[in-house]
């Protein structure tokens, strides 16, 4: 399944198995026992830590947050907008598999990260 956090776009194959064998090395505890909430707020502690440290997230990272998210809310795709290295509020929503492939395919192919304005246009 494709996720598209931010600007990046990672491949989890089977999220619920791949959340089952990496949530001990993401440290944030039993997925099993949280809430939707709770999955996202850890998620943005992640990501403002790695913004104020001007850090990218490693691709592994960013799977195993992704299959996080996708195991408690079911969203293919999370912006957490940052505006003057805060962290805001996220923004879920479901994209088409289609939509996904293609803006991971253009940013193999061209080098471009995916334009945050037209995906969430209220939001970036």
Not at 28 to 50: K, T
């Amino acid at each position: 399944m494709l996720f598209l956090l931010n600007e990046q776009i990672v491949d989890v194959a089977i999220p619920e198995i791949h959340l089952s064998k990496r949530w001990k090395v993401l440290g944030c505890g039993d997925p099993g026992s949280m809430r939707a909430r709770e999955a996202l707020e850890f998620v943005a502690r992640v990501v403002s830590a790695h913004v104020q440290e001007g850090v990218a997230m490693e691709v592994s990272l960013v799977e195993d947050l992704a299959a996080l998210i996708i195991a408690k809310t079911g969203a293919n795709a999370a912006l957490f907008p940052v505006k003057e290295k805060r962290v805001g509020e996220a923004r879920l929503t479901i994209l088409p598999e289609t939509i996904l492939a293609s803006l991971r395919k253009r940013h193999e192919h061209e080098g471009q990260a995916p334009d945050l304005a037209q995906i969430w246009p209220k939001a970036a």
